[in-house]
C-alpha cells in the first residue's frame, strides 16, 4: 500500500509539473522578435514593386518641332496615346564677332559711325560682352575669321567670341515598356515618316503620366 501511495503521488505531481518544463521549449527564439511585422512587408513589397516599374518602364522623348501645333498634328496621328511636352536642347555655339565693349557713349558714337558707312551691326546691351558692338554671328568659324580679317583691314578692333544657344521646341513623350524601346521607335518614324533628331529615354518617374492628347 506504501508503495501504491508513492505512486500516486509521482504521477501526481508528474502531472502538475511537467507540461511547465515543455512547453517553454516550444517557443525557443520567438520572443527574440525575429519574426517580421505585417509593415515591415508591406514596405519591402511596395519597394520591389517600385524597382520593378523603373526597371522595366521607359519614358521615351522624341523631337523635336518648332511649333506646338506641329507636334499635335503628328500625335494626333499615331495610334498610340502620347503626351506633348516643351523642351530645351543645347546646340553648338555660334561665332560671333565683336568690336569689345567701351563705356557706353564711345560705343554708341562708334556705332553711329558705322551705321553711316553701311555696316550692319547693333550694341550689345546686356551679359558679359554689354556695351561690345556686333558684327555678326556665324555658324562656320571659316566664316567669322573672313569677315574678322575683313574688319582688321578696315583698322577695326575686333575680336572672336563664343555665342551660347538653346533650341526650345516640342516633343511627344509616352511610356514603354524597356525591351520595346527599339521597336516602338521605329514604328513611330515609320507611322509618321518623321525622322526625329533627338531621341532621350529615362526611368518612369512612379505614377507621374505625361500630359495626355486631347
Not at 536642347?89 to 567701351?102: A, D, F, G, Y
Not at 578692333?157 to 516602338?184: C, D, H, I
Request: glycine share 6%; with cysteine.
Amino acid at each position: 500500500m506504501k508503495w501504491l501511495a508513492f505512486l500516486l503521488a509521482a504521477l501526481n505531481l508528474a502531472v502538475w509539473f511537467v507540461p511547465a518544463w515543455i512547453e517553454p521549449s516550444r517557443y525557443v527564439g520567438v520572443s527574440s522578435g525575429t519574426l517580421p511585422r505585417v509593415s515591415s512587408l508591406k514596405v519591402a513589397s511596395e519597394t520591389m514593386e517600385s524597382l520593378s516599374r523603373e526597371e522595366s518602364c521607359l519614358r521615351i522623348t522624341l523631337g523635336m518641332f518648332d511649333a506646338r501645333d506641329d507636334a499635335e498634328n503628328v500625335a494626333a496621328g499615331l495610334k498610340h496615346k502620347v503626351g506633348i511636352v516643351e523642351v530645351e536642347k543645347e546646340l553648338p555655339p555660334l561665332h560671333w564677332v565683336l568690336i569689345p565693349p567701351q563705356p557706353p557713349e564711345a560705343a554708341r558714337a562708334q556705332f553711329r559711325e558705322l551705321y553711316l558707312q553701311g555696316v550692319e551691326s547693333y550694341i550689345v546691351s546686356r551679359g558679359e560682352y554689354r556695351n561690345a558692338i556686333s558684327l555678326g554671328l556665324f555658324e562656320s568659324l571659316e566664316a567669322a575669321q573672313s569677315v574678322m580679317a575683313e574688319k582688321k583691314q578696315a583698322n577695326l578692333n575686333v575680336v572672336l567670341a563664343k555665342f551660347p544657344r538653346n533650341r526650345l521646341g516640342y516633343a511627344l513623350v509616352f511610356e514603354v515598356e524597356s525591351m520595346a524601346e527599339s521597336e516602338w521607335v521605329q514604328a513611330v518614324e515609320a507611322e509618321t515618316g518623321y525622322e526625329f533628331d533627338f531621341v532621350e529615354s529615362n526611368a518612369c518617374e512612379g505614377v507621374a503620366r505625361p500630359e495626355k492628347n486631347p
